[in-house]
């Protein structure tokens, strides 16, 4: 069966994925200290362990899902952990713990969602928790920053980031109001002048949704997340409607929008100076740009090799900056094997949004796919000087809690959906649904109801 | 919808290829000039942190090794003898780049020449590093005993071996310790340095190689030279004495030292040191041969030395004395513009002592590989012919004479009643404003008949040393280094 075909493909995946995390983390200390580390062995019992338990959750709970994604996210994982590990042992317990809890938290919404579609039922408690996680950094007491963002949280022991959460839920609400009213926006109605819009009461909470989170997170000065949201909000209105003006429409309020950061925010201004000419302040504000280029340029084609480079000169190089440190001991060939990890996520990640036959479902794996996409390149651009730099972090690879936690969650939906797009039962039980709608019709008609007043969702099978 | 999804997994897929393009530009293309960007040491970090070669004296003290040191550079360089060959080994810092040995050895310390190369490969898989050793020419005991000679005077010893161009110690007081200057703590490091720079007695400038100096009567050697090879005086010849001389182009006559009178025989006025003879005679064989003799010796040039930079010293042009022959009379003795370093001196009574050749000074005598193999020997090479075999046979009973009967006769005799020739000096500086003062010098070889050791002792001008004449302030301390060298190193 394709399932099992699935399945023993990931298992054999995933078990290489440890090994290849068990391989950089014993050549990275070797590099370093001249020793392998004593503890190798239960290193590598827990990494398969960690793993297997992954996989085993996908054999009971999405065992149709994608084979190649979660192995993907495990070595994206592995590596950074052994890249962290490498610059700072304590960081690397703390990583250890999160990415625990992260694939308990994987495990978690595999067993709670049973179904993707559920979850467009609470469209309405997803956009008030996205917007609530989005404000509780501004919180006083809760929230805390630094100069150049406040995106943090303190609640008790635990510091977390709930714009990565945010993100997840805003791109539920989304998917789901857009399943909901695409065509009436599609169709517009709205005549102003030669434009034909959409009619405000359709656009208009999207809109407001929108807007308000989108000035929350350049109130907090994260250009990242900003960035990121944006073209979220544009791809899904796109994809939903298919109708490229929203495309035209974005690319305008982007370039709009662009100019008026630039013009109003020094740190904008300083962002985009930085990206044009980093020695400019190799001392001052490029200083980490110029530092992650002369460490890319250092690590050349092969690299130095694990644990013989210098990354901890860039700082911060644990967060933003990893994919610095790859290039830098693993070389082209290594930051180019994150790329195509990237590449291939998402690859499977839209195969299974172009695969999924409920709008809902196509909208969310698109837009998570977009997000786990962007993102990724938001951040590789920004250390490679593509783009100007605005701080995210890189996916799977570098170190947070948070951003472990979150987009291992973001993976389960996408294996959720993916499963149910597999699921061989599906076309049967769509048969079934198809077969008691009629009857329940045929019911209607047979009792001589006089108008249908409620016509059947929207919904259904796309034409 | 599911057209949208592919063109923009498309246009995802366009995004991450232009990161990769970008990367192979940061990575390949541009990588060596973000390598050697000013504003990126990590080029210099690595070759910092590599394992790096002793330097040894001939005698087998280690002056310079590299031992862990633990943190972010790997290796700390260290220098067990501390400022005793600071200006000999120079050092090696992050910061401030490099000096002395550490600087033109520094191929072989870090294992960068080709033959240590090719032993890199034969190596590949061992853990053995592969840098050279450089092996000195200079004996520890021999630069303590200058050291000791010298004692807490601004001055230098420079002694070497007249056959070879072997220096065998070379000391400079006021030194510095180069483990100050090696430390990685920067700021430390940079304070040190600053503090070094603000003493204007220099102490990170070797004036025995590196600074220029009035010559003084040591120069006299050289219009002795001139003198007897151009034909128009002998040894015979006679200077009538006299307490002044009026060169020709001014009224101002030259006097003799504390105005004396002085003169007699050719060996007589040399020995005892006459200004007043040899300014007359500069002027009489003129600027020509007088310029030719000076250059014959190494002046006007820098000797090529295995040191950094060492100095130019200076007589002056045939142009410019022909038109000022006053300045050429107080030149031919030493005054005026004639500048020398210790070591250039040393290498005027080197080139006496070597029948008229003079060798090129050098301070490394080989290095060695990894295995203590031999990679390189200096070779002793000609650098200039001062003069002729046999009026170097003249010029050393003149310096003899100088010792037994002469301005050197205080202070030469040395153990063993083995037989010195010297020439002394006292450059008068007379400093407008000031009151007078002079270098002390002494320019030696021993033992005359079969010269093993040349040596030039110059102390610096200070109130103190004003008092004495080069013989008796630089004289012992000439002996004390000779007697010691003669002794460390017996026929």
């Given at each position: 069966m394709i399932a099992a075909e699935r399945r023993s493909t990931e298992l054999g995946l995933v078990v290489l994925a440890a090994l290849i995390t068990t391989g950089a983390y014993a050549l990275a200390a070797l590099g370093r200290t001249a020793d392998l580390p004593a503890d190798l062995a239960p290193f590598l019992g827990i990494v398969i362990g960690l793993l297997v338990a992954a996989h085993v959750t996908n054999r009971f709970l999405a065992p149709n899902a994608d084979g190649v994604l979660l192995p993907l996210?495990?070595?994206?994982?592995?590596?950074?952990?052994?890249?962290?590990?490498?610059?700072?042992?304590?960081?690397?317990?703390?990583?250890?713990?999160?990415?625990?809890?992260?694939?308990?938290?994987?495990?978690?919404?595999?067993?709670?969602?049973?179904?993707?579609t559920d979850l467009a039922r609470y469209k309405w408690t997803f956009a008030f928790i996205g917007m609530a996680l989005l404000v509780m950094p501004l919180v006083p007491g809760l929230g805390f920053g630094n100069a150049s963002a406040r995106l943090w949280?303190?609640?008790?022991?635990?510091?977390?980031?709930?714009?990565?959460?945010?993100?997840?839920?805003?791109?539920?609400?989304?998917?789901?109001?857009?399943?909901?009213?695409?065509?009436?926006?599609?169709?517009?109605?709205?005549?102003?002048?030669p434009f034909n819009l959409p009619e405000p009461r359709h656009m208009g909470p999207l809109l407001v949704a929108w807007a308000a989170s989108l000035l929350v997170?350049?109130?907090?000065?994260?250009?990242?997340?900003?960035?990121?949201?944006?073209?979220?909000?544009?791809?899904?209105?796109?994809?939903?409607?298919?109708?490229?003006?929203?495309?035209?429409?974005?690319?305008?309020?982007?370039?709009?929008?662009?100019?008026?950061?630039?013009?109003?925010?020094?740190?904008v201004q300083d962002r985009v100076d930085v990206w044009l000419d980093p020695w400019a302040q190799a001392e001052g504000l490029g200083y980490q740009l110029v530092q992650a280029v002369y460490a890319l340029a250092w690590g050349g084609t092969t690299g130095t090799g694990l644990g013989l480079g210098d990354p901890s000169r860039i700082p911060e190089v644990q967060n933003d900056f990893i994919f610095a440190a790859i290039g830098e001991e693993l070389g082209l060939l290594g930051a180019t094997a994150v790329i195509a990890a990237f590449v291939l996520m998402v690859g499977a990640g839209m195969r299974v949004a172009v695969q999924a036959e409920r709008p809902f479902e196509k909208l969310l794996a698109a837009g998570l796919t977009t997000i786990l996409g962007v993102q990724a390149f938001i951040i590789l651009g920004g250390v490679t000087r593509v783009v100007p730099l605005t701080g995210v972090t890189l996916p799977f690879v570098s170190y947070g809690g948070s951003s472990l936690l979150s987009n291992y969650i973001l993976l389960a939906l996408l294996m959720r959906i993916s499963d149910s797009v597999g699921r061989p039962t599906a076309g049967t039980a769509r048969v079934g649904w198809r077969a008691r709608r009629s009857q329940r019709r045929a019911d209607r008609r047979a009792a001589g109801a006089t108008a249908a007043t409620a016509p059947s969702t929207p919904g259904g099978v796309p034409a | 919808m599911n057209r949208q999804i592919r063109r923009l997994t498309i246009a995802l897929l366009a995004c991450f290829t232009v990161v990769f393009i970008q990367l192979n530009v940061v990575q390949v293309v541009r990588a060596d000039r973000y390598n050697q960007s000013p504003t990126n040491d990590r080029e210099a970090v690595r070759d910092f942190s590599r394992d790096r070669g002793s330097i040894i004296t001939a005698d087998q003290v280690v002056v310079a090794e590299s031992i862990d040191s633990g943190d972010r550079f790997k290796k700390q360089r260290r220098y067990p003898t501390g400022a005793l060959f600071g200006h000999v080994t120079g050092y090696l810092s992050f910061v401030y780049g490099s000096d002395g040995v550490e600087r033109t050895y520094n191929d072989v310390l870090a294992g960068r020449t080709p033959e240590l190369q090719l032993e890199n490969l034969d190596d590949l898989f061992s853990d053995r590093s592969n840098v050279g050793d450089v092996i000195l020419t200079l004996r520890a005991d021999l630069q303590q005993v200058a050291r000791d000679a010298l004692g807490e005077q601004e001055g230098s010893v420079v002694l070497l071996d007249p056959r070879s161009g072997a220096v065998k110690a070379m000391w400079s007081f006021p030194a510095y310790d180069p483990n100050l200057l090696a430390g990685h703590d920067f700021d430390e490091v940079g304070a040190v340095r600053t503090f070094l720079l603000a003493d204007p007695r220099n102490p990170l400038l070797a004036n025995s190689y590196r600074e220029n100096y009035l010559t003084g009567s040591t120069f006299k050697v050289v219009t002795a030279?001139?003198?007897?090879?151009?034909?128009?005086?002998?040894?015979?010849?006679?200077?009538?004495?006299?307490?002044?001389?009026?060169?020709?182009?001014?009224?101002?006559?030259?006097?003799?030292?504390?105005?004396?009178?002085?003169?007699?025989?050719?060996?007589?006025?040399?020995?005892?040191?006459?200004?007043?003879?040899?300014?007359?005679?500069?002027?009489?064989?003129?600027?020509?041969i007088m310029v030719d003799k000076a250059e014959d010796y190494g002046f006007n040039m820098a000797p090529p030395f295995d040191l950094p930079r060492p100095a130019e010293s200076s007589f002056g042009t045939v142009d410019f004395f022909e038109d000022n022959l006053p300045l050429l009379a107080i030149g031919g003795f030493g005054q005026g513009e004639t500048m020398a370093t210790p070591l250039g001196m040393a290498l005027v009574a080197a080139g006496v002592a070597n029948g008229g050749v003079i060798m090129e000074p050098h301070v490394v005598a080989e290095t060695r590989g990894p295995d203590g193999n031999l990679?390189?020997?200096?070779?002793?090479?000609?650098?200039?012919?001062?003069?002729?075999?046999?009026?170097?046979?003249?010029?050393?009973?003149?310096?003899?004479?100088?010792?037994?009967?002469?301005?050197?006769?205080?202070?030469?005799?040395?153990?063993?009643?083995?037989?010195?020739?010297?020439?002394?000096?006292?450059?008068?500086?007379?400093?407008?404003?000031?009151?007078?003062?002079?270098?002390?010098?002494?320019?030696?070889?021993?033992?005359?008949?079969?010269?093993?050791?040349?040596?030039?002792?110059?102390?610096?001008?200070?109130?103190?040393?004003?008092?004495?004449?080069?013989?008796?302030?630089?004289?012992?301390?000439?002996?004390?280094v000779l007697d010691a060298a003669l002794a460390a190193e017996p026929g």
């Amino acid at each position: 069966m394709i399932a099992a075909e699935r399945r023993s493909t990931e298992l054999g995946l995933v078990v290489l994925a440890a090994l290849i995390t068990t391989g950089a983390y014993a050549l990275a200390a070797l590099g370093r200290t001249a020793d392998l580390p004593a503890d190798l062995a239960p290193f590598l019992g827990i990494v398969i362990g960690l793993l297997v338990a992954a996989h085993v959750t996908n054999r009971f709970l999405a065992p149709n899902a994608d084979g190649v994604l979660l192995p993907l996210a495990a070595l994206l994982n592995g590596l950074g952990y052994a890249i962290i590990a490498r610059l700072d042992t304590d960081l690397a317990g703390l990583q250890a713990t999160w990415t625990l809890v992260s694939i308990g938290a994987y495990a978690l919404t595999l067993l709670v969602v049973r179904r993707a579609t559920d979850l467009a039922r609470y469209k309405w408690t997803f956009a008030f928790i996205g917007m609530a996680l989005l404000v509780m950094p501004l919180v006083p007491g809760l929230g805390f920053g630094n100069a150049s963002a406040r995106l943090w949280v303190s609640i008790g022991p635990i510091n977390f980031q709930p714009g990565e959460f945010a993100k997840i839920a805003l791109a539920i609400f989304f998917a789901a109001y857009l399943t909901e009213r695409r065509e009436l926006i599609a169709a517009g109605g709205w005549k102003l002048g030669p434009f034909n819009l959409p009619e405000p009461r359709h656009m208009g909470p999207l809109l407001v949704a929108w807007a308000a989170s989108l000035l929350v997170m350049i109130g907090q000065k994260d250009l990242g997340s900003s960035l990121l949201f944006f073209a979220l909000v544009v791809v899904l209105l796109w994809i939903s409607t298919e109708r490229a003006s929203f495309l035209v429409f974005g690319a305008f309020l982007f370039a709009t929008g662009a100019v008026l950061a630039w013009s109003q925010f020094s740190h904008v201004q300083d962002r985009v100076d930085v990206w044009l000419d980093p020695w400019a302040q190799a001392e001052g504000l490029g200083y980490q740009l110029v530092q992650a280029v002369y460490a890319l340029a250092w690590g050349g084609t092969t690299g130095t090799g694990l644990g013989l480079g210098d990354p901890s000169r860039i700082p911060e190089v644990q967060n933003d900056f990893i994919f610095a440190a790859i290039g830098e001991e693993l070389g082209l060939l290594g930051a180019t094997a994150v790329i195509a990890a990237f590449v291939l996520m998402v690859g499977a990640g839209m195969r299974v949004a172009v695969q999924a036959e409920r709008p809902f479902e196509k909208l969310l794996a698109a837009g998570l796919t977009t997000i786990l996409g962007v993102q990724a390149f938001i951040i590789l651009g920004g250390v490679t000087r593509v783009v100007p730099l605005t701080g995210v972090t890189l996916p799977f690879v570098s170190y947070g809690g948070s951003s472990l936690l979150s987009n291992y969650i973001l993976l389960a939906l996408l294996m959720r959906i993916s499963d149910s797009v597999g699921r061989p039962t599906a076309g049967t039980a769509r048969v079934g649904w198809r077969a008691r709608r009629s009857q329940r019709r045929a019911d209607r008609r047979a009792a001589g109801a006089t108008a249908a007043t409620a016509p059947s969702t929207p919904g259904g099978v796309p034409a | 919808m599911n057209r949208q999804i592919r063109r923009l997994t498309i246009a995802l897929l366009a995004c991450f290829t232009v990161v990769f393009i970008q990367l192979n530009v940061v990575q390949v293309v541009r990588a060596d000039r973000y390598n050697q960007s000013p504003t990126n040491d990590r080029e210099a970090v690595r070759d910092f942190s590599r394992d790096r070669g002793s330097i040894i004296t001939a005698d087998q003290v280690v002056v310079a090794e590299s031992i862990d040191s633990g943190d972010r550079f790997k290796k700390q360089r260290r220098y067990p003898t501390g400022a005793l060959f600071g200006h000999v080994t120079g050092y090696l810092s992050f910061v401030y780049g490099s000096d002395g040995v550490e600087r033109t050895y520094n191929d072989v310390l870090a294992g960068r020449t080709p033959e240590l190369q090719l032993e890199n490969l034969d190596d590949l898989f061992s853990d053995r590093s592969n840098v050279g050793d450089v092996i000195l020419t200079l004996r520890a005991d021999l630069q303590q005993v200058a050291r000791d000679a010298l004692g807490e005077q601004e001055g230098s010893v420079v002694l070497l071996d007249p056959r070879s161009g072997a220096v065998k110690a070379m000391w400079s007081f006021p030194a510095y310790d180069p483990n100050l200057l090696a430390g990685h703590d920067f700021d430390e490091v940079g304070a040190v340095r600053t503090f070094l720079l603000a003493d204007p007695r220099n102490p990170l400038l070797a004036n025995s190689y590196r600074e220029n100096y009035l010559t003084g009567s040591t120069f006299k050697v050289v219009t002795a030279s001139a003198a007897l090879e151009s034909g128009v005086y002998t040894l015979d010849s006679f200077f009538p004495p006299t307490d002044s001389y009026t060169p020709p182009q001014t009224d101002n006559p030259i006097q003799n030292y504390e105005g004396s009178t002085c003169g007699g025989t050719f060996p007589e006025v040399f020995r005892r040191s006459c200004n007043t003879a040899f300014a007359e005679m500069s002027v009489t064989v003129g600027p020509e041969i007088m310029v030719d003799k000076a250059e014959d010796y190494g002046f006007n040039m820098a000797p090529p030395f295995d040191l950094p930079r060492p100095a130019e010293s200076s007589f002056g042009t045939v142009d410019f004395f022909e038109d000022n022959l006053p300045l050429l009379a107080i030149g031919g003795f030493g005054q005026g513009e004639t500048m020398a370093t210790p070591l250039g001196m040393a290498l005027v009574a080197a080139g006496v002592a070597n029948g008229g050749v003079i060798m090129e000074p050098h301070v490394v005598a080989e290095t060695r590989g990894p295995d203590g193999n031999l990679l390189e020997r200096t070779e002793p090479q000609p650098w200039r012919t001062a003069i002729e075999p046999d009026l170097a046979r003249t010029m050393t009973d003149l310096m003899v004479q100088v010792v037994n009967d002469g301005t050197a006769r205080c202070c030469m005799q040395l153990a063993g009643g083995v037989q010195a020739a010297a020439k002394t000096g006292t450059a008068q500086l007379n400093p407008e404003g000031e009151p007078p003062a002079s270098h002390a010098w002494i320019i030696a070889f021993a033992p005359a008949e079969a010269p093993r050791f040349a040596i030039a002792v110059m102390v610096k001008a200070t109130p103190e040393v004003t008092a004495g004449t080069g013989g008796t302030v630089a004289g012992p301390i000439a002996r004390q280094v000779l007697d010691a060298a003669l002794a460390a190193e017996p026929g």
